[in-house]
């Protein structure tokens, strides 16, 4: 098993002046408790809310650091994954190893994934529902003169008589 990340293998990208503090102390000292035990990074953010700490020369996200500190080293094609759900918690107990996929599945069953685009009538911005879409593939008029009847345009009309939209509703 490779070993990607330890503190021990940790290399310098960069010269740096050196720190007192260790990796612990870097992350105590950008931390405050928060709810339901948590620990969050108080210091610089990424956009999906995970906290950023440079150590060694490097950036890391805190949460990998906290675990690389406080649990051990991550294994090549492992992540670390968080039980509070809480991006920028960096509490050792919150984090668990796991694959990419295990990570997915997690976010699905929490409910944290964003549910995939609506078909259909329940789109928001749908035109038409499958009563209309049965009748649009029986009908043999032009497909300009169908498009103009129920507000769409040609294509429309054109994606769903060649059945590439709308494959859910039956001809």
């Known amino acids: 098993m490779v070993v990607t990340y330890s503190l021990k293998e940790i290399k310098m990208t960069k010269p740096y002046i050196r720190h007192s503090m260790s990796a612990a102390e870097r992350l105590e000292h950008y931390s405050a408790p928060g709810n339901n035990g948590c620990i969050v990074f108080t210091g610089s953010r990424q956009a999906s809310g995970h906290g950023e700490i440079a150590y060694k020369g490097r950036k890391f996200r805190a949460h990998r650091l906290s675990y690389i500190t406080h649990v051990g080293p991550i294994p090549q094609g492992m992540v670390i994954c968080h039980k509070c759900d809480n991006p920028p918690c960096i509490n050792p107990e919150h984090l668990f190893l796991g694959t990419q996929a295990d990570n997915l599945k997690d976010a699905r069953q929490k409910g944290r994934m964003k549910a995939p ?3 259909g009538e329940r789109h928001g911005l749908a ?3 499958a009563e209309k879409v049965a ?3 029986s009908d043999q008029r032009t497909q300009r003169e169908i498009a103009k009847e129920y507000g769409v345009h ?3 009309i054109k994606n769903i008589k060649l059945n590439r939209t709308w494959k859910h509703v039956g001809a």
């Open 117 to 119: 685009n609506p078909r």
């Open 127 to 129: 035109k038409l529902n």
């Open 135 to 137: 009748a649009i593939r």
């Open 154 to 156: 040609q294509t429309t």
